[in-house]
């Protein structure tokens, strides 16, 4: 007799903990007061606006990855950091990070939503992210995000766009990837109705990179 197929498996029902962004502020303020530096020091530092550093460290509004990553270089921090892991003394080989599917932290804005990936690894080289794409057009945004470093974008599900300040635009389907200099303006467009599922890592470059944390 055939076998019977094996019964699918009931959709998760986990919900993946959230990123409190009054937290993050918090944490932005106190690392910014550490350095006895100003909201207006910060922001001729970093080019982020007094306004948007000071909204971000009350919680009032989420902040992409390109303000997080300018604040982070002015401030000398790891992102790790920012979000809530120190960076620790390096003892020996560095350990493996798993992240279960769905236990990611997430960060959420208005155009992304941010899945932090192995966010108890600190010190680490680069910042993975499986995110969720919302937006649908380029005015959905006030600018193109360019932050230093390299870029690496691989499409799980769903249909996107990545458009460039300087004209080129790419479009990915499932399985299709994209590498660039994360220093152009870019940015993330899901085509139809569905939110573009990706996996993207960010790399500084070596110059970048903090070197030190508070």
Excluded: W
Aim: hydrophobic share 40%; charged share 20%.
């Amino acid at each position: 007799m055939p076998k019977l197929a094996a019964p699918l498996a009931a959709p998760s029902s986990v919900t993946p903990p959230q990123i409190d962004h009054k937290v993050v502020g918090a944490r932005l303020r106190d690392a910014r007061k550490a350095r006895g530096l100003t909201l207006t020091q910060l922001s001729e530092q970093s080019g982020i606006a007094v306004s948007t550093i000071s909204k971000g460290e009350r919680g009032d509004i989420a902040l992409t990855y390109d303000k997080f990553a300018a604040l982070a270089h002015t401030l000398r921090l790891d992102l790790d950091a920012i979000f809530g892991r120190p960076k620790q003394a390096s003892a020996g080989p560095m350990a493996p990070s798993f992240t279960a599917s769905g236990e990611q932290m997430i960060y959420d804005t208005p155009n992304y939503e941010y899945g932090m990936l192995a966010n108890d690894l600190t010190g680490k080289r680069m910042v993975p992210m499986r995110a969720h794409v919302r937006a649908r057009a380029l005015s959905d945004f006030p600018d193109y995000i360019r932050h230093a470093g390299e870029e690496f974008v691989f499409l799980l599900a769903g249909a996107l766009e990545l458009r460039f300040e300087n004209g080129s635009v790419f479009t990915l389907n499932p399985g299709d990837s994209l590498y660039f200099d994360s220093s152009v303006g870019h940015v993330y467009i899901s085509l139809g109705d569905e939110d573009a599922e990706v996996l993207v890592c960010c790399v500084d470059t070596d110059d970048a990179r903090p070197q030190g944390a508070i």
